[in-house]
């Protein structure tokens, strides 16, 4: 299998691989996310994952395999980047409120030094309840979601944020471990 190398600072998706008992590097990619795309699309997603694992996977002589995964938060087929400040975490948690959005995580693994790759998407719903004002505000001064696409952290939100996660929460904390897994040993 080679040493397994995480191309991402996340510590949540650090946490995740920690879960699964895996040993494993940290080299955050070089890759920069372009953020002129707003309309979803799996292929968007998927490059991203790619692209990030990439930039590691070609700084790698010896046998590994690098993982590389992007979260992206979608409502009305819209994808809502990380927030730009209050006013615009406020917009996107008004915007989730009371609807479903779905989230998806892509992951690529790709095997060096031959840079074969995997790449795979896991798709998770999540419901929001009506949230008031006072709890998005009280959401965004205390939690501070700035570095979090959709302005939300699920293993963050207070209770009364959540009615209903439909798929794997891991993905929506950012990586799934099934799907990790599933790359990895194939």
Do not use: C, W
């Not at 040493?3 to 920069?32: C, G, M, T």
């Not at 990380?82 to 975490?89: E, F, G, L, V």
């Amino acid at each position: 299998m080679g040493k397994i190398i995480l191309a991402s600072s996340s510590p949540r998706r650090s946490d995740i691989l920690r879960q699964l008992k895996l040993e494993f590097e940290i080299s955050p990619s070089s890759y920069v996310e372009p953020h002129n795309k707003t309309d979803f699309s799996f292929e968007f997603v998927e490059n991203s994952a790619y692209q990030k694992a990439l930039a590691v996977a070609r700084e790698i002589k010896d046998k590994s395999q690098v993982i590389g995964a992007d979260t992206i938060v979608v409502i009305n087929n819209k994808i809502l980047e990380k927030p730009k400040n209050k006013q615009d975490a406020y917009r996107m948690l008004k915007m989730l409120s009371g609807n479903t959005h779905f989230v998806v995580t892509a992951i690529a693994v790709i095997k060096t030094p031959s840079l074969d790759y995997k790449v795979k998407s896991t798709v998770t719903y999540v419901t929001f309840e009506d949230l008031s004002d006072n709890q998005i505000e009280f959401y965004i001064e205390n939690f501070k979601p700035f570095d979090k696409a959709g302005a939300y952290g699920i293993q963050e939100l207070p209770d009364g944020f959540v009615k209903k996660v439909d798929g794997d929460l891991d993905n929506v904390i950012g990586l799934s471990a099934k799907t990790v897994l599933e790359l990895l040993n194939n």
